[in-house]
Structure formats: C-alpha cells, structure tokens
C-alpha cells in the first residue's frame, strides 16, 4: 500500500481509508459500466441511485422523517451564508446571528449585506474563548431564524447543547462536526455542512431543510437560489456535483457498516480525551485556547510557551508523520483536527508526540 500520513489537515481533511481504497475500486469502471462516475450522466438510472442512496442515508444515520428534504449542492458552506437570508430573511423579520468566530463572522456579514441582521449573542469580547449560553441569548420573539455554526475550527469551541427558539426556527452550519456524535437534529429546521471535513471531499455541501421552512421562502428569488428548486427536482435540476456526491455516500455507508453514530461518538470521545489529557498535564506548557465547557472534540487548540516552540513542534511533528497541526494562518499556534476519519491510534500517536516533546524541550 502507498504510503500514509496521518492527516490532522483541518480541511480538506482525512477520509477514511476503506473509502478511499473503494474509490480506487470502481474509479476506472463502476458497476460494471466501463466508466468513472464522473463520466457518467446524472441522468443515468447508476447515478440515480447513488443521490437516492446518500438521501436516505443521511435521513437514517441523523433520525430524520420524511418531513425533512435533503439536497446536495455546490459552492460550500460560504455560498449558504448569503443563501439563507435571501430565502428567508424577508418581510421585515431579522435573521438573528449567535457570533463564536470566523465562520459565523463571515455569515453575519453576509446578512447585514441582504437585509437586517440581529446580533442574539457573542463571545468576540472574549476572543471567542467559549459558546455563550442559552441565558446569554437575546432572541426577537419575531426573528425570521436563529442562525448557529455548532463547531468553531478556529477557535476550538463546540455546543454542547442545542439551543432553544421558543418557535423561532433554528438554522445551523455544521460543517466541522456533523455526524460526529450523538445530536437531536429534529431540533434543528435547517442545516448544512460542506462536506469536506466529516462527509466526503470539498465541492459538495449537504444542505437538510425541514418541509415547513420551503413556505417561508421569499417569492420572486433565482431559480439556482431558490431552496424549493433543490427540493423538489431532488438536487438534480441541474449536474450535481456527482462525484463528491458519490464519494459522500461511501462515508455515510461507513458509518452506518462502523455501528452509527453511538460507535463513531465513542471513538471520537477517546480521541478528544487523548489529546485534552496531555494538555490538561501539562497546562502551563500546552495552553488551551477554548475554555473548557466549551471545548472542541473536533479541533484542538493550543498554544506553546513561544513561537519558536510553535515551529518546531509542527517541524519534528511533520518528520513523524503528522502532517496539519499548524494553527489557522489568522490565531497562530497549534490545532489537532480529530475528524471522523482519524483513527483512535492516531489521536493517541500525537498524543505521545506531544509528551515526548515537552520532555525534550
């Protein structure tokens, strides 16, 4: 077999190997067809099972019913963030925003550009150190949603609960922790996630909108911005992107063949536990960024005592075989990205790592 790394890449980021050894399987030939799927018409009776079969898994592993409609589309989570308010935000209702970092900054941002935005809460005056709680939340009893991003690769927090609206519907981006744990997401009337991080490679986002939400849309919206237009050709109004929708619907088999989401939580739980106990150890030398009833399983981050430790760490961490600790380019420092493709092994491989070097240096 080729040679591996372990892939701590914060996104894209791992995929699991039995899916990408699948992948090589039928890259040349799938089923028999005597060509790639990424040859293959997404009219094709071949492709149409695989949209139907990722539907439905999706709908399976998260516990949805038939009231919910899932879409695969392009453009990533970003698209999204100026999607959402023009679909919803209308009718002089605010879209309200609950601000934990980078990715619901850049969502915020695009609401103010398409309408009113309400600032619910936000942890900004605190570098973004934790998830505000559900008392901290200033919802408008007339909001036209309350808009969530569940897992913060940045900064390293997470929600551990899910909020409560009182009715306002709750709209979250969940593209760095989906599918990762155990989650009540009959909670939620919409989400969404690019696929790049737990579901597959990047160029496809899986978008989940509950029926009841398609009779507030705005009237009078693009055809290709229309959430409607997705829903009811079943993502195929125009060519998907088939290959990473195929590709997505490998991992969900995945994680339906590993025993679901209790499996995958658990080995997740260990993985997170791995790292945060050798940071906790030694805290006055891997110092947490997120507080910690708000900490990441997903990302781990941490400073060192310098930044010269920095580089080193990621430089004897690289010739080791671990490659994507290097913290985003906008904070600096350390991330340990334990997606669900990480192995067990190797959360506790860095793990070692990280003791081993604080001993030497």
């Known amino acids: 077999m080729a040679y591996r790394v372990i892939n701590f890449n914060p996104g894209p980021s791992a995929l699991p ?23 293959s018409s997404h009219r094709s009776p071949e492709y149409d099972e695989i949209n139907e079969q990722a539907m439905l898994l999706a709908k399976e592993l998260m516990g949805l019913g038939d009231d919910y409609h899932v879409i695969f589309v392009g453009g990533g989570a970003s698209t999204q963030f100026a999607y959402i308010p023009l679909n919803f935000m209308h009718g002089g209702k605010a879209g309200a925003y609950i601000d934990t970092g980078t990715w619901s900054t850049k969502a915020i941002k695009e609401a103010k550009i398409i309408g009113d935005m309400h600032l619910a809460a936000s942890s900004k ?29 940045i900064k390293g927090t997470q929600y551990h609960y899910i909020p409560e609206t009182g009715g306002i519907p709750l709209i979250a981006d969940m593209s760095s922790d989906i599918l990762s744990r155990r989650m009540d997401f009959n909670k939620f009337d919409f989400f969404y996630a690019g696929a790049q991080k737990n579901l597959g490679p990047s160029g496809v986002t899986l978008v989940v909108i509950k029926e009841h939400m398609l009779s507030k849309i705005k009237d009078g919206l693009p055809t290709m911005i229309d959430y409607r237009t997705h829903c009811e050709k079943k993502s195929l109004f125009n060519t998907p992107p088939a290959f990473g929708v195929y590709v997505m619907k490998l991992v969900l088999e995945w994680i339906k063949d590993r025993g679901g989401l209790d499996a995958v939580e658990d080995v997740n739980r260990q993985k997170k536990d791995a790292v945060y106990e050798v940071m906790d150890e030694h805290s006055d030398y891997f110092k947490g960024t997120a507080e910690k009833d708000s900490r990441s399983w997903m990302n781990v981050t941490m400073r060192l005592p310098n930044e010269d430790l ?21 904070v ?3 991330r340990v990205s334990l997606y669900n493709a990480v192995t067990l092994e190797g ?6 790592f990280m003791e081993n070097f604080k001993s030497k240096n």
């Open 125 to 153: 005056d605190a570098e973004y150190r934790f998830i505000p709680k559900q008392k901290d939340i200033d919802l408008p009893n007339d909001a036209a949603y309350l808009h969530i991003t569940t897992n913060n690769t």
């Open 347 to 352: 959360a506790q491989r860095v793990a070692e």
């Open 17 to 39: 190997l039995d899916v990408l050894m699948k992948v090589q399987e039928e890259l040349l030939d799938y089923r028999g067809t005597g060509m790639s799927v990424m040859e």
């Open 332 to 334: 600096g420092g350390i």
């Open 310 to 330: 920095e580089k080193k760490f990621i430089a004897e961490g690289k010739e080791a075989g671990f490659i994507g600790l290097k913290g985003h380019r906008s």
